[in-house]
């Protein structure tokens, strides 16, 4: 009986200390969720919006996080196909990078050419923004959107 508990205690230090120690990437943000796009900014030089405009009416795109994975989808009125897109996605402490594996048909022929998408990162409890950056790294225009619950 002695060894048996002394056997146990080994194990669950073992253990314990396996968890302790295992390496985990380390999280930022909470972004795990569903999300509706609000508006799009647009910026003028690089730094301050220009613009914010809303979304037009009808029109509604939905992006999901979890476990690492992303999906987003988009309806547009008149058009007669939805957009939709799957990947796998992580953050780092200002970026949002995206991996786009499959979609709709305009998106399997866009991923002919571009398939990591990375964003410049505002990520606030109940709503975030993922900033488009041309070449030199200045802003163009950002997608906002809002945490659903």
Known sequence: MKKLL?????MFVLIFAAILTSSKPENYHSIEGT???????NYDDGINISST???ADGY??????YNGRVMWSRYVPNEPKGRFGYGSYYLT?????ETIIYGDDEMMKALDTLTE???????KND????INLDEEGNRTFSENYKRLN
């Open 6 to 10: 002394t056997v146990g205690s080994m």
């Open 35 to 41: 999300w509706e796009l609000e508006s799009f900014h």
């Open 53 to 55: 405009e809303p979304k």
């Open 60 to 65: 509604r795109q939905v992006k999901m996080f």
């Open 93 to 97: 402490e200002d970026e949002l990078h």
């Open 117 to 123: 998408f990375i964003f410049e990162l505002d990520l």
């Open 127 to 130: 709503r975030y923004s993922q």
